[in-house]
C-alpha cells in the first residue's frame, strides 16, 4: 500500500466557508442549482493550523520581497518559504521558491497531500440561500456621526438636521443586503502519498532542497534512502512518531476556521472512510436519487464494503440511516490512521 484516501462528510448549517460575494459557489448544470463549497486550500490552511497546534510548533516563517521603482513605488515581488522540511507545515504542505532573474535554482517540493474541495455530497442536499443583516447601533446616545459633502467637508449638526428634513433615515443603522449563507452536507477527500511523506528527494537535476540545507538534515539524523523517485532523505523514526500522530490527529479533526462570527457552524464530523482504494472509498459515502421524487437524494453511509474502514459519529443517525455509530468514532478513526501510516516502510522503500 503506498497510498491512503480518507472522505469525510461534515454537516454545516447556516455558516459561510470563505467570502466572496458573501460566499464562493460553483453552479451544477444537471440540477441548476448553486452549490457552496470550501476551497481545497482553505483546507489544507486548515489542516496545517491544526497540525502545527497539535504537535506544537510555530509554522515557518515567510520572507515577501517587495521592490522600490524609478517613481518611489512599492512593487511587489516574490514570496518565499523556507524549503526546509524539518518544519512540518512545509514537509506536508510542499513548496514552490523560483527566484527573480532566473539566477537560482528553481526549487520546489509538490505536497504529499492531495486535497480536494469540500462541496455537497449532492447537489440536492446542500446550498445557499439569502438574508438580510444590519449593523444597529441605534440605541446608543454616544454614536459619532459625520457627513460630509461633496467637497468632502463635514456639515456641522444644524446643517444635518436640514438635510434630514422629509427623509425617514437613520445615521445610526446600516442595511446589509442578500448576504449569502451555506447549509447541507458536504464532503472532501484527501489522499496520502505515502512515498512522499517523510521522504525528500536529493535529486540535483530537479532540486527540492538547497545543497546547505541538505547537508543540516544529515547532520541531524536524516537517512539515507531511495524510493522510486530516486534518492531520497527520510525523516528519522523519532520525528516521524511525533509527527504521525499530529498528522492523525489533524487529517480527522480539521475545521474550517475562517467562519464569521455571526455566522459559526460546528461543521461537525458524520462519517469518516479511509481506504487504499480511491474507487471503493468513493462508494462508501455517497447519495442516491430517490425512486419516487427526482427532485431528492438520499445520503447513504456503506458500512459493508470490503477494504474500506467507515466510522460513523453518533450525530450522523440524526440524517442518514445508519446502524454503526458509536461516540468514539472519530478516535477510532484516528487509532486506524495513525497504524497505517506506521506500518509503511519509508527507510526501505524499494
Not at 18 to 26: E, P, R, T
Request: hydrophobic residues 35%; glycine residues 6%.
Amino acid at each position: 500500500m503506498t497510498m491512503i484516501y480518507i472522505r469525510t462528510l461534515k454537516r454545516a448549517e447556516h455558516t459561510v466557508f470563505c467570502v466572496s460575494d458573501g460566499q464562493k459557489y460553483y453552479y451544477d448544470t444537471q440540477f441548476n442549482r448553486r452549490i457552496p463549497y470550501s476551497s481545497g486550500q482553505q483546507i489544507k490552511r486548515s489542516l496545517i493550523d491544526s497540525l502545527c497546534a497539535e504537535i506544537k510548533q510555530t509554522p515557518s516563517p515567510t520572507t515577501f520581497l517587495f521592490d522600490v521603482t524609478k517613481q518611489k513605488e512599492l512593487k511587489e515581488g516574490e514570496v518565499y518559504g523556507t524549503c526546509d522540511p524539518t518544519y512540518a507545515d512545509q514537509l506536508f504542505g510542499g513548496w514552490m521558491k523560483a527566484a527573480k532573474g532566473g539566477k537560482d535554482r528553481t526549487l520546489k517540493r509538490r505536497s504529499p497531500l492531495s486535497i480536494s474541495a469540500m462541496r455537497a455530497l449532492h447537489p440536492l442536499l446542500a446550498g445557499t440561500y439569502a438574508e438580510n443583516a444590519s449593523f444597529d447601533r441605534s440605541e446608543r446616545p454616544n454614536n459619532l456621526v459625520i457627513v460630509r459633502d461633496e467637497k468632502g467637508n463635514e456639515l456641522n449638526d444644524n446643517e444635518i438636521v436640514a438635510f434630514l428634513e422629509d427623509k425617514d433615515r437613520s445615521l445610526s443603522r446600516k442595511w446589509i443586503p442578500d448576504n449569502k449563507r451555506a447549509t447541507g452536507l458536504f464532503v472532501s477527500d484527501i489522499a496520502i502519498d505515502l512515498r512522499r511523506l517523510f521522504s525528500v528527494s536529493v535529486n540535483s537535476f530537479e532540486p527540492e532542497m538547497s545543497d546547505s540545507t541538505i547537508e543540516k538534515l544529515r547532520s541531524e539524523g536524516w537517512i539515507e534512502s531511495e524510493n522510486v523517485f530516486g534518492k531520497c532523505l527520510v525523516a528519522p523514526k523519532s520525528l516521524r512518531e511525533k509527527w504521525i500522530k499530529g498528522l492523525a490527529k489533524a487529517l480527522i479533526d480539521w475545521k474550517i476556521t475562517s467562519n464569521q462570527a455571526r455566522t459559526f457552524s460546528l461543521m461537525d464530523t458524520l462519517a469518516i472512510s479511509i481506504s487504499d482504494n480511491a474507487n471503493l472509498i468513493a462508494g462508501s459515502i455517497r447519495a442516491k436519487l430517490s425512486e419516487e421524487d427526482s427532485d431528492k437524494a438520499n445520503p447513504i453511509i456503506d458500512e459493508s464494503l470490503k477494504g474500506v474502514n467507515t466510522f460513523i459519529t453518533l450525530q450522523a443517525g440524526g440524517f442518514i440511516q445508519t446502524k454503526g455509530e458509536t461516540y468514539d468514532a472519530l478516535e477510532k478513526a484516528e487509532t486506524h490512521l495513525i497504524q497505517l501510516l506506521s506500518d509503511f516502510d519509508y527507510e526501505n522503500q524499494v
